[in-house]
């Protein structure tokens, strides 16, 4: 520290140094800060007296100064004292004695400034004996010494021997006499006195037994009270404290117990604040740490507790031993040694003094002194005196009278609550330490519930000011808090009490479900650690839920059930994670589960709904399986669980509504499987793919028949679980949010929650969430009023372009308010006018549509680009999404179905003896009722179908407006309409084949049905592709409703003729202007359409053949679920059927290790397909093949880029080409393109036929040759097969054996016969052939047995009476070309001769049997642009660039394939046996034509005519023999049919007789050429059936094109010569 006193100071000592220390002495006292300027001074003090030691300064100098200074502070010759006493600690250590000197005279001349007391006080005795201030220091210290003896160690004591006991027994009568009278505390005081100074009593002792006296007499608090505390005025203070620690010392033995009457005065001191808490505390035993030790040890006990539990135990020795433990732990624990603080704290409570009893427990670990069961019921008393006002206002339920409670004596006792706010602030924090005890008192409990109860009622009564809100929002978190910490955990300690549950709940449903399940988190996650209790009842219940879980069974759920129950009134959050943490283990237990649920409080009820949505969020578990492609069976089991569970019981539904709708705006549809489940099961509707026809037409009735009928399961009982459903949708206003959500959610599913998940399981969630949202909007429709539905759902363009909603899921959504619109129209209209008219109704029925329509109409004009409304009107688009399946058609034998069903079980009730009266009549009555229900709906609709088709009659005309193209119009209608509404769901797949029919029959301009059902067959394999699982199969049933209608037209001409005959959809030229209607010519003739449906048939076998070539996982599945939907109606031609059968079997092989899913649909759709063989018809019963000299091809050729979008036409072509090759067929498209009338004018000429559409002109060189050998060897195998069935490629194709040789031969043989039989031919040399064969026919016939049978069978007969009208057609074709034969030009050779779609001859079937080796399959040709065509045979090529072509031609190899597949199918059904000696015999005859034919064939220049009478006769005995065997394979009478079903298409057998047939046939190579023309002119001659053979056989072609008979005829033949 730096020297206050500078030396130059003391050097200039009288010039300035003593003024200069003054001053500095003055302004040190003046400081402010006492402390700061104390040590300066004496800083400076003890360096000037310092300096006088050392001898710079003389000590009367200083002395001088000191005087000046010392008036400056009081304390200044204290501080001065201090300066001296270290002055002369430090002098006497020193050696120089010259400085203790100087110090002795600096003292000896202050003496007048310090006093000598203080000197004696702070200096050495020898050093006062140096000043003189004392004379012996020797004498002083010996003096000293026993001043402080006699202070400090000696004891006052009384005498005791004085004492008189006299006094005692005086005072202990003055206290304890009666003091009812007019005695006072004073009085007695005055009298105590008197006997403590008369008696010498020790006062000490009279106040110890005014205490003893005080604990016999509690009673009289009024009178010792105040006598103690008058009588305190003459003790110390601690005195009182002292003698009551000493009392409780006395008590503190082992074996010592306190009494209570001593904790109660102790109690009553403190309360009157005599003594103090802290400083009685001290003598309580035990110690706060001990009781920390004993708090923690409780808890590891139970803990260890819980290990047991859980712990599994073998043998039965160890819970004998265990038990033993058990006894001896209960034993130690029976006496706990006696907890003075405890005692003293009951005490306290007892007399209400809450805040001595707080501090008490605030020193304690938190619920340790409430643990004590007398402390928790003496807490829970001093509750109920405090509430006790307050519950009898508000608490106490109407009619109950409720026994009151007085309050407490004392005054000093916590106020009493008046008011909610003062229950706040006393009884709330009385509670909190109460915690889990008060479930000591059940009571007490309820009383605090019913007060939350009125609390919550005030609270959500509005109308309180600002202030009152707050303050009731702090006590409603107040009260939120007493639940969670006090209410929940005491009810998990109370003992099964159900009635405390219900209670409970009374209060927790005013709660907001948030709020709730807040608290269940709380309770069951937290509230079990905080106590070593609720450890206990955490494990015992688990322990209690593992025995009933393990023995519940559905047999014994009665039991069970009220186990559970009785478990779940106290712990309802345990058992219930418990119990679901089994059922995701084990789904078989749901259904027990369940049913055992019945017993349970409404609370536990809402505690289940929690426990469920918390086990689905769990985090730590995964939604997925491990193989990443279908969601886990936990989640499938929960979700199933859901729905089973909120439909039986009344649990509130918002809280898991919420946590999907949650879900979904986070991205995660996994969720949605819930909501799938709840609606399904309250509600009674169903998402299925798996729904049958009878079932679907079901659901296109009204409300009763889908009940009825519509469902797999029967629907009942859902009224008032579908009502809970939709009140927590509205209450919560999640009905439009959750349709919005999965709507957005859906293309989420594949762009945002796809990422790295398998396709599979994209696939799968993409399905899952659309048919949620169909189901769901299902549920809304019906369930929701028209004003709740209408409040909720805004207009199309709000949805689409706000909401961003998909159209598809807009409008299914708005489909049912625009339904609610019109009718509520409809009827107000109908109310205004009373007119009854069918007419009137119509027309405002019409009104009605027209005034809810416009705006919609308007609205969806912003949904596409203004080009889309060039080709369609906003208010066809608008018709088209706003109608449904209940408006287009009635259902009828649905409705006839379940009335029939009601029929019977009526009848059922009247033959059932058993049945009580009563009951049949109660049965009877529900039945009667459920009928005329159906009957009336029927009615109904019937009506409201009838009015929507006429409102659609008068609308047709504004529908396609067609600005640009027809082609253009039906593509924007698919694309806008059809394809997204068709795949939407299963109804809306039979709604969409049902409006295209509809847009057909109601002649709508502009509308094309014929390219409409083309572009939907032609190419499904990106469609398919691109759908999910479900989209397949409603995109199949689509198809198969489309295949269905194409099926009708094509199986009748009345029918055909009736329904399309001279409808605009079936012009073939392709206008852009209206329907004329009048020209017959312009319509697609019968046999036409059934080109054009085989055509749509192969594409369909194409498109299918590639899909499940390519081994895409997608492209597999979609198919096989389309191909499965569409059976009914495909495959229907043989061959096609027999390509698609080899590759399914293909799949089966590759697929049943690898994926089996895939193996799965395989075989199911293969097994299927099978079946479906005995109804397949060869091909040229399909349809007519015409020989493609006279090519007629239906085809649409769509301009190219530069031809103005018109579409040229859809036209019959029969421009004859010179040359086929691919320049030409450019040259003909740029004919078609540019040159629109032309080709108008020819569609309407010559018949139609099939150009058979051969691979790029490039191959066609080698392929020609190729065929060239094939085909005469085949023409040989199949000359042979007509009399050795031992070759015949059918039996190729099914790897028969050689056993069914002889059964061949004779099937074959046998047809032929009777076919001929039939025939009438009309050529000589044909009659000469057809008789010899008839003779062999008999011949065989006489030794046959089953052949007779077959022949009888009732298709049989049928088939004889019948005119055989396609035998004839195909003679007089023969017969026509061999007239024309001469003009033919011969197959260039550099052209892939085309096989025509005929069964001329066997020769034909046999190469075509060879191409299917060749080329395996339609798909290796899907990419074919050139087609080679023969000479003077327009062609169009399939794959113009943009565009499609409705063309009846085909790839010929995979015509080969198919043709070949049939052939060797369908030939095989009709195998009867044959002797082997008549089998060599039709051999030897084989060969021999097939050399002859072969001779006549190499001088064809000469013998031209011959050859083909030859090969017409051949061909003439195959076609009625293919026609038979048809014809018996579908009426089933068959022989071999059997053998069919199960035989493999394999080709392997009898391969060395190929080849020996190859060898032979090479020398014919211009053999096949005129066979091929002879079946084109087939094909071309069954156009037209009223020529005559015989002159077709004798003209020119050019007289021939005169003679033909039909208008249709002729008008092709000009057209064809104009061309020409």
């Known amino acids: 520290m730096a020297a206050l006193l500078p030396a130059e100071w003391i050097k200039n000592w009288e010039k300035g140094g003593k003024s200069e220390f003054v001053q500095l002495c003055r302004a040190l006292s003046e400081n402010k800060n006492h402390d700061v300027g104390f040590r300066d001074i004496q800083q400076a003090l003890y360096e000037l007296a310092y300096h006088v030691v050392r001898g710079n300064l003389k000590h009367d100098q200083a002395s001088n100064v000191l005087g000046d200074v010392i008036e400056f502070r009081e304390d200044m010759p204290s501080i001065l004292a201090d300066v001296f006493c270290i002055l002369d600690i430090e002098t006497s250590c020193l050696e120089e004695k010259n400085k203790r000197d100087h110090f002795t005279q600096l003292v000896l001349a202050c003496l007048y400034l310090v006093s000598d007391t203080v000197l004696k006080e702070r200096l050495d005795p020898e050093t006062l004996e140096s000043l003189g201030l004392i004379k012996q220091s020797q004498q002083f210290n010996q003096k000293s010494v026993k001043i402080k003896t006699k202070l400090f160690y000696k004891q006052q004591k009384f005498n005791l021997l004085r004492e008189e006991n006299e006094g005692y027994a005086k005072l202990i009568a003055e206290l304890g006499q009666d003091l009812s009278g007019n005695i006072t505390s004073d009085l007695i005081l005055e009298n105590i006195k008197s006997l403590i100074g008369c008696f010498n009593l020790d006062p000490n002792r009279v106040l110890d037994i005014i205490l003893e006296v005080y604990e016999c007499r509690p009673e009289y608090d009024d009178f010792f009270v105040p006598l103690i505390e008058s009588y305190m005025y003459m003790c110390e203070p601690q005195t009182l404290c002292h003698i009551l620690g000493f009392k409780f010392k006395f008590y503190q033995d082992p074996s010592g117990e306190t009494p209570s009457s001593l904790y109660r005065v102790a109690a009553v001191l403190l309360q009157h604040n005599l003594i103090d808490l802290e400083d009685l505390y001290v003598h309580l035993l035990p110690g706060d740490n001990a009781i920390m030790e004993e708090h923690k040890r409780e808890i590891v006990e139970a803990k260890q507790i819980v290990r047991k539990l859980t712990m599994v135990v073998l043998s039965s020795e160890k819970t004998e031993e265990k038990e033993k433990e058990k006894e ?13 603080k405890l005692g003293l704290l009951e005490a306290l409570l007892k007399i209400g003094d809450w805040h001595h009893a707080q501090s008490i427990m605030d020193q304690m670990p938190p619920f340790y002194a409430t643990s004590h069961k007398p402390i928790a019921v003496a807490l829970c008393q001093l509750v109920h005196v405090t509430i006790e006002p307050l519950y009898r206002r508000v608490g106490v339920p109407k009619g109950a009278k409720g026994s009151p409670i007085a309050s407490l004596p004392n005054k000093r006792a916590p106020k009493q609550a008046e008011s909610f706010e003062e229950l706040r602030k006393e009884v709330f924090n009385m509670l ?47 009260l939120l808090s007493i639940t969670d910490q006090v209410l929940l955990p ?4 109370m003992d099964c009490n159900a009635c405390m549950s219900e209670e409970l709940w009374g209060m927790f449903k005013t709660f907001p479900y948030q709020y709730r399940y807040r608290l269940y988190g709380q309770w069951k996650n937290e509230t079990y650690n905080s106590h070593p209790l609720l450890v206990k009842v955490k494990a015992q219940t688990i322990d209690r839920a593992k025995y009933i879980m393990k023995r519940l069974t559905k047999e014994n759920v009665k039991p069970s059930g009220r186990q559970i129950g009785k478990l779940s009134h106290s712990n309802p959050t345990i058992l219930f994670d418990y119990i679901l943490s089994q059922i995701q283990k084990y789904d078989n237990l749901i259904t027990p589960v369940v049913d055992s649920l019945k017993y349970l409080t409404s609370l536990n009820y809402d505690v289940l709904a929690y426990c469920i949505i918390e086990a689905l969020a769990n985090p730590e578990k995964e939604r997925m399986k491990h193989d990443d492609t279908t969601i886990s069976s ?39 499987l819930i909501l799938k489940e709840v609606v399904q099961k309250m509600a009674g509707i169903e998402i299925t793919e798996e729904m049958t026809m009878e079932q679907l037409e079901a659901m296109t009735g009204g409300e009763q028949l889908k009940a009825e009928g519509g469902y797999f399961g029967q629907i009942r009982n859902t009224k008032k679980s579908s009502q809970r459903l939709k009140d927590a949708l509205l209450d919560h206003d999640l009905a439009l949010p959750l349709c919005l959500l999965m709507a957005q959610q859906r293309n989420g599913v594949i762009f945002q929650e796809g990422g790295e998940k398998h396709l599979k399981l994209v696939g799968k969630l993409y399905d899952q969430c659309h048919d949620t949202l169909v189901q769901f909007g299902g549920f809304l429709a019906s369930n929701l009023s028209t004003e709740d539905y209408i409040k909720r759902v805004p207009s199309i363009d709000v949805l689409c372009n706000e909401f961003h909603t998909p159209h598809d899921a807009a409008f299914f959504l708005s489909r049912p308010m625009y339904a609610h619109h019109i009718s509520s129209k409809y009827d107000e209209l109908k109310k205004a006018e009373k007119g009854n008219k069918q007419q009137h109704k119509v027309h405002k029925y019409i009104t009605s549509c027209e005034l809810v329509m416009a705006p919609v109409h308007e609205a969806v004009i912003s949904l596409h680009l203004p080009k889309v409304w060039d080709d369609i009107s906003p208010q066809f688009y608008a018709t088209f999404w706003s109608l449904t399946m209940y408006d287009l058609a009635v259902p009828h034998s649905s409705y006839d179905r379940e009335v029939n069903k009601l029929k019977v079980q009526m009848k059922a009730i009247d033959d059932n003896q058993e049945m009580p009266p009563n009951k049949k009549k109660k049965e009877k009555e529900r039945c009667t009722a459920l009928q005329d229900k159906l009957l009336e709906e029927e009615k109904k609709q019937l009506e409201h179908v009838q009015r929507v088709l006429q409102r659609l009659k008068l609308e047709k005309d504004n529908w396609l407006l067609a600005k640009s193209t027809k082609n253009e119009t039906i593509t924007k209608f698919l694309q806008l309409c059809i394809f997204p509404r068709c795949i939407f769901s299963a109804i809306d797949a039979v709604y969409c084949a049902h409006f295209v029919e509809l847009v057909h029959q109601q002649k709508t301009p502009n509308f094309s049905t014929l390219l409409c059902y083309d572009r939907v067959f032609s190419d499904i394999i990106y469609t ?19 295949l269905e209608t194409v099926t009708r037209w094509h199986s009748d001409r009345v029918i055909y003729e009736k329904e399309c005959g001279n409808y605009p959809g079936f012009l073939t030229i392709l206008r852009a202007t209206g329907f004329d209607g009048g020209n017959k010519a312009d319509q697609l003739d019968y046999e036409n359409f059934r080109h054009v449906v085989h055509k749509w048939h192969y594409k369909l076998t194409k498109a299918s053949v590639h899909c ?7 492209h597999i599945r979609n198919i096989l679920i389309v191909l499965t939907k569409i059976l009914p109606w495909y495959p229907k031609v043989l061959n096609l059927g027999q390509a698609l059968e080899r590759r399914v079997h293909k799949i089966c092989q590759e697929e049943k290790e690898k994926r089996p899913d895939l193996y799965a649909l395989a075989m199911g759709y293969s097994g299927q397909l099978k079946s479906r063989k005995p109804f397949m018809i060869p091909e040229n019963e399909f349809h007519h093949k015409d020989p493609p000299a006279r090519n007629a091809v239906p085809a649409t050729v769509q301009n190219g880029p530069g031809g103005a979008g018109m579409p040229t036409s859809l036209t019959i072509n029969t421009v004859r080409l010179e040359e086929g090759t691919t320049e030409e067929t450019d040259k003909l498209k740029e004919k078609f393109q540019g040159v629109v009338k032309v080709i108008n004018k020819t569609v309407n000429a010559t018949p139609k036929v099939t150009t058979s559409n051969g691979n790029s002109a490039s191959n066609s060189k080698i392929i020609k040759e190729k065929d060239d050998k094939e085909k005469s060897g085949k023409e040989k195998d199949k000359e042979k097969k007509d009399k050795t069935p031992a070759a015949t490629p059918e039996m190729k194709a099914l790897g028969k054996d050689g056993k069914d040789k002889p059964k061949e031969e004779r099937a074959n043989k046998e047809e032929k016969a009777r076919e001929i039989k039939e025939k009438t031919p009309k050529s000589d040399k044909e009659k000469e052939k057809v008789k010899k064969e008839e003779k062999a026919s008999k011949e065989e016939k006489s030794k046959t047995v089953v052949t007779i049978v077959e022949s009888k069978s009732t298709a049989e007969k049928e088939r004889e009476k019948e005119p055989s009208r396609e035998r004839d057609l195909a003679k007089e074709m023969k017969s026509k070309e061999n007239a024309k034969g001469g003009e033919k030009v011969p197959v260039a050779g550099s052209l892939k001769s085309p096989v025509p779609r005929s069964e001329t001859s066997e020769s034909e079937r046999e190469q075509k049997r060879r191409k299917v080796d060749t080329h395996s399959s339609p798909s290796h040709s899907s990419t074919v642009k050139g087609t080679a065509v023969l ?37 095989n059904h009709t195998t009867p046996t044959l002797s082997k000696s008549k089998e060599r015999e039709v051999e030897k005859k084989d060969l021999d034509k097939s050399r002859e034919r072969s001779r006549e064939r190499e001088k064809k220049d000469e013998k031209d005519r011959k050859e083909r009478k030859r090969d017409h006769s051949n061909s003439d005995r195959e076609v009625p023999q293919d026609s038979t065997k048809r014809r018996k394979e579908e009426n089933g009478t068959t022989g071999s049919s059997k053998h069919s079903k199960s035989e493999s298409p394999s080709d392997s057998p009898r391969l060395n007789e190929k080849e020996k047939e190859k060898n032979k046939s090479k020398s014919s190579g211009k053999e096949k050429g005129d066979s091929i023309k002879a079946e084109k002119m087939e094909k071309s001659s069954s156009g037209s059936k009223k020529e005559s053979r015989h002159d077709k056989e004798k003209t020119e072609k050019k007289d021939k094109r005169d003679s033909a008979g039909g208008k249709e005829e002729k008008k092709h033949h000009k057209s064809s010569d104009k061309h020409r």
């Open 490 to 493: 005491s009810l998990s300690l």
């Open 1024 to 1042: 398919v592709a691109s759908c999910t699982e479900n989209e397949a199969s409603r995109y199949g049933r689509f198809l198969c409703c489309m």
């Open 634 to 672: 936990w989640l499938q089991s929960l979700a199933s669980f859901c729905g089973a569970v909120f439909r039986k019981y009344p649990i509130e539904l918002a809280g898991l509504l919420q946590y999907v709708a949650n879900q979904l705006k986070a991205g995660k549809s996994f969720d949605l």
């Open 1431 to 1467: 000479p003077k045979v327009p062609l169009v090529s399939e794959n113009y660039s943009s565009s499609r072509v409705i063309s009846v031609h085909f790839l010929q190899d995979n015509l080969n394939e198919l043709k070949d597949s049939s052939a060797k199918h369908y030939i």
């Open 432 to 478: 909190c330490y109460l915690g889990p005890h008060l479930s000591h008192d059940p009571i007490l409990f309820a009383k605090v519930v019913r007060l939350g109860k009125a609390f919550m009622k005030e609270f959500q009564s509005d109308g309180s000011k600002q202030e009152d809100k707050e303050k009731m929002e702090t006590l409603f978190s107040c």
């Open 1108 to 1114: 499940l070539e390519t081994g895409e996982y997608t």
């Open 328 to 340: 001896k732990e209960e034993e130690k624990t029976e006496k706990p040694p006696d907890n003075q």
